[in-house]
């Protein structure tokens, strides 16, 4: 059981939107920053979207992200099949111990 | 560019202890700022932060696995290690090395990644 918690699979077809949400508590997201993570087939994680709603110059504007409260949102437009992916978030709690990263259990995403 | 490499052997007996390495390439374990992390996926499962170590030798577990986790580092290799010591077959997992860095950053991030490595645990 995932300390975040996502939903197990969203889907749309091409060239739509779809947003992923990602959701836990005043020890994790409520007070700290939100990073994304995108995990192609067969490969290892990458990051997507860091400081809840920022993205490193080489992801397309397609993605975004954003925070209020506990929650957080992944949003993608424009789908493409290249987008089918497992995607994550992450950020620190503070429940148990400092600097203690927690995920999500992952969002499958099929582009129809 | 920085690029990770885990290390190891691919399967473990129960009971034995789990050893891996990630050699760091492209850029200094010692560079200032950076956290060097272990990470692992069970099949078809999300991700568990294990833990991570600076360059200095501080590390940080995860509560769920601190009692039996060892993380080191060899700044003269440019090398870290993960030894997770009594392992079952709940540890079968692939382990990820990654860097928390994110200079740039508000708050720290995942920005490099290790390709990853399966460790089965059986007999």
């Known amino acids: 059981q995932s300390v975040l918690t996502q939903p197990p699979s969203v889907s749309a077809a091409p060239g739509q939107k779809v947003t992923i949400s990602c959701s836990g508590s005043s020890s994790n997201i409520g007070n700290n920053y939100v990073s994304w993570y995108q995990q192609l087939p067969g490969t290892a994680p990458q990051l997507l979207i860091y400081d809840n709603n920022k993205r490193p110059s080489w992801i397309p504007d397609r993605f975004s992200g954003s925070k209020s409260g506990t929650s957080a949102t992944l949003g993608i437009t424009g789908l493409q099949t290249g987008d089918e992916a497992d995607y994550y978030c992450g950020t620190w709690d503070s429940s148990l111990s400092a600097r203690n990263w927690v995920f999500g259990g992952g969002t499958k995403l099929t582009v129809l | 560019q920085v690029q990770l490499q885990e290390s190891g052997p691919g399967l473990v007996k129960p009971s034995q202890t789990l050893s891996l390495t990630c050699t760091v390439s492209g850029g200094s374990i010692s560079s200032g700022g950076s956290y060097w992390s272990w990470i692992r996926q069970h099949p078809g499962k999300g991700l568990e932060w294990i833990g991570y170590?600076?360059?200095?030798?501080?590390?940080y577990y995860n509560p769920s696995l601190k009692s039996r986790v060892t993380i080191s580092v060899d700044t003269s290799k440019n090398q870290f290690s993960l030894k997770l010591n009594s392992v079952t077959a709940a540890d079968t997992a692939v382990y990820y090395c990654?860097?928390?860095?994110?200079?740039?950053?508000?708050?720290?991030?995942?920005?490099?990644w290790g390709q990853g490595t399966l460790v089965t645990v059986s007999s």
């Open positions: 990654a860097r928390e860095g994110g200079e740039a950053a508000t708050f720290p991030l995942f920005d490099y």
């Open positions: 170590i600076y360059h200095s030798g501080s590390t």
